[in-house]
């Protein structure tokens, strides 16, 4: 770490040097006018006037890569925070599997579109506002979201109801869109502390516990359309189970539901109280899983596996759910509260 010596200025001015090899890769200059932010914990970040005004552009240079990396670029670049990226392909024409690669990834990503379209190019252009959402809104929104398709799943389980189940499915899209988004948020916070408080955020310690709870939000998303999946190969659509194990799977969805959406409330609000509720809760329904599959009657393997790949899915989301509970935690108890008292 390198160290400066603050020097007064006058009566009531301090002041210290920038470090020249800084200076040369910001190009600010004598006279040039620099941002200031003071963030918690007493930090205090300086950033170049450029960081606020302009608008990065990513140039992916697609001559030797397939569509599909071609489309694994774009959506890096977004999660990077790029504004414009450009596909280019200098070796002429740029191919049509190609062209598809970025059509593909702009249905994938929220506020992406073509601006300019060439024969040798294509560029598109985010469109996102980091002021237009809080990172607080979007983790309630993908919980929300995987929520919503975890009970179409298991209702279309229920009733045998494939149309339900393909519901939930196409909802998975927009789960993913409100991940990737935030991905992007979190990077462009990191990288511009000054938007680190448009997103929400007075600092930005918090950033990398959202990235991980937002993984966990989109990894139960991915467990509902599992479960969802199962309906659309099911025979019948359904499970070949009595009523009476249908009703414990539904009442184990229901808790599962409650944990889920506690610790996200527990992150968003930083209260210790919700995490300690969240692992009672977890703790009631840690052997749910075995329990229902021990008073099985004897069946088909094919339908005991489906019984327990949907079971198995509901344990896992109360498991990603406790993760964001611990992370929650840490969150909380960074701050003064009743429990605690920091010095």
Same mark, same amino acid.
């Given at each position: 770490? @390198?160290?400066?010596?603050v020097?007064?200025?006058?009566?009531? !001015?301090?002041?210290m040097?920038?470090?020249?090899?800084? %200076?040369k890769?910001?190009n600010?200059?004598k006279?040039?006018?620099?941002?200031?932010?003071?963030?918690?914990?007493g930090?205090?970040t300086?950033?170049?006037?450029?960081?606020?005004t302009e608008?990065?552009?990513a140039?992916?240079h697609a001559?030797?890569?397939?569509?599909?990396?071609?489309?694994?670029?774009?959506?890096a670049?977004y999660?990077?925070?790029?504004?414009?990226?450009r596909?280019?392909?200098?070796?002429g !024409?740029l191919p049509?599997e190609?062209? +598809?690669?970025?059509?593909?990834? @702009? &249905?994938?990503l929220m506020g992406?579109? *073509?601006?300019?379209? &060439?024969?040798?190019?294509?560029?598109?252009?985010?469109?996102?506002d980091? @002021?237009? /959402?809080?990172?607080?809104?979007l983790?309630?929104?993908?919980?929300?979201t995987?929520? !919503?398709?975890?009970g179409e799943a298991?209702?279309?389980l229920a009733?045998?109801?494939?149309?339900?189940?393909?519901?939930?499915?196409n909802?998975e899209r927009q789960? +993913?869109k409100?991940f990737v988004?935030?991905?992007r948020?979190i /990077?462009?916070?990191?990288?511009n502390?000054n938007?680190?408080?448009?997103?929400g955020?007075?600092?930005g /310690?918090?950033?990398i516990?959202?990235?991980?709870i937002?993984k966990?939000?989109?990894?139960?998303?991915? +467990?509902?359309e599992d479960? %969802?999946e199962?309906?659309?190969?099911?025979?019948?659509?359904?499970? +070949?189970?009595?009523?009476p194990?249908?009703?414990r799977?539904?009442?184990f969805t229901?808790?599962?539901?409650?944990i &889920? %959406?506690?610790?996200?409330?527990? %992150?968003?609000?930083?209260?210790y109280?919700?995490?300690?509720?969240?692992?009672?809760l /977890?703790?009631?329904?840690?052997?749910r899983?075995?329990?229902?599959l021990?008073?099985?009657p004897e069946?088909d393997?094919?339908?005991?596996l489906q *019984?327990?790949?949907?079971l *198995?899915s509901?344990?896992? !989301?109360?498991?990603?759910?406790?993760?964001n509970?611990?992370?929650? *935690?840490n969150?909380?108890?960074?701050?003064?509260?009743?429990?605690?008292?920091?010095?």
């Open positions: 770490m @390198e160290t400066r010596k020097q007064r200025l006058g009566p009531s !001015t301090l002041a040097t920038l470090p020249a090899e800084w %200076a890769e910001q600010v200059e006279g040039d006018e620099v941002s200031l932010r003071m963030g918690g914990k930090t205090l300086v950033m170049p006037e450029s960081v606020n608008e990065s552009e140039i992916i001559d030797n890569l397939d569509a599909d990396a071609v489309e694994r670029a774009i959506v670049q999660v990077l925070g790029r504004r414009v990226i596909v280019v392909h200098e070796g !024409t049509s190609h062209i +598809n690669a970025v059509y593909q990834a @702009e &249905t994938q992406l579109g *073509v601006i300019e379209e &060439t024969p040798e190019s294509i560029a598109i252009r985010c469109s996102v980091p @002021e237009d /959402f809080t990172l607080d809104n983790l309630e929104r993908l919980e929300s995987g929520s !919503t398709m975890r298991i209702k279309a009733h045998g109801n494939p149309d339900m189940a393909q519901r939930a499915l909802r789960a +993913n409100i988004l935030m991905l948020l /990077f462009t916070a990191y990288q502390p938007l680190a408080r448009a997103v955020l007075d600092e /310690f918090p950033l516990g959202y990235r991980s937002a966990n939000l989109e990894l139960t998303a991915d +467990n509902a479960i %969802a199962i309906v659309m190969e099911a025979e019948n659509h359904t499970l +070949n189970v009595d009523q194990v249908m009703r799977i539904r009442e229901e808790k599962v539901d409650e &889920t %959406a506690l610790a996200v409330e527990a %992150a968003v609000e930083r209260d109280d919700k995490t300690i509720e969240v692992r009672r /977890f703790h009631e329904i840690s052997d899983e075995r329990e229902i021990d008073d099985l069946m393997n094919k339908d005991l *019984v327990r790949e949907v *198995v509901l344990q896992q !989301t109360a498991q990603y759910a406790m993760r509970a611990e992370i929650a *935690v969150l909380a108890l960074n701050e003064q509260s009743e429990h605690v008292e920091i010095h």
